[in-house]
């Protein structure tokens, strides 16, 4: 089933770097694609509840960031009502399995390890995009039930 708009897609990262290099990836893929990002926990936190935020199909969590961390937004998402349903990739360096189990634990939908090349970034963010864009459902009210 083809989609007629862009897939939505939130990065939250504290890495500034991290987060230009995303924006560039997903500028280089040839899917229709739109990409926000926030700096924080606390600012995607804001960003999703804010009533005139167009919600994101899926949201791309980085781990380690200092205040709010990738596990505690998940928990706030997942206690949410209206965000509980917005699919959850930790997308981090950690490849500790006991980060690995805390983000299934609290229900992220996958768990990607950054990688360090460029071109493999690239190559992930391209299958990532692929994936959800076949993945995400029509409209967030088939999800909801009242």
């Not at 990836?25 to 005139?52: M, N, Q, W, Y």
């Not at 961390?69 to 997942?78: D, P, R, T, V």
């Not at 299934?104 to 959800?132: D, G, R």
Request: charged share 20%; aromatic share 6%; hydrophobic share 45%.
């Amino acid at each position: 089933m083809t989609h007629a708009r862009p897939l939505r897609v939130l990065l939250v990262d504290d890495n500034l770097t991290d987060r230009l290099l995303a924006e560039e990836a997903f500028g280089l893929i040839d899917r229709p694609c739109d990409l926000v990002t926030a700096e924080s926990g606390e600012a995607a936190l804001k960003l999703l509840t804010h009533p005139e935020t167009l919600l994101p199909d899926v949201l791309l969590l980085d781990v380690n960031m200092p205040g709010m961390n990738g596990f505690e937004l998940l928990a706030k998402l997942k206690d949410t009502p209206q965000l509980l349903l917005i699919p959850v990739v930790m997308l981090t360096t950690s490849a500790i399995p006991k980060d690995v189990s805390q983000a299934y634990i609290l229900h992220a939908s996958a768990y990607m390890i950054k990688s360090a090349s460029f071109q493999t970034s690239l190559e992930q963010i391209e299958k990532f995009i692929e994936f959800w864009i076949q993945a995400r459902v029509t409209t967030r009210s088939e999800m909801i039930t009242p």
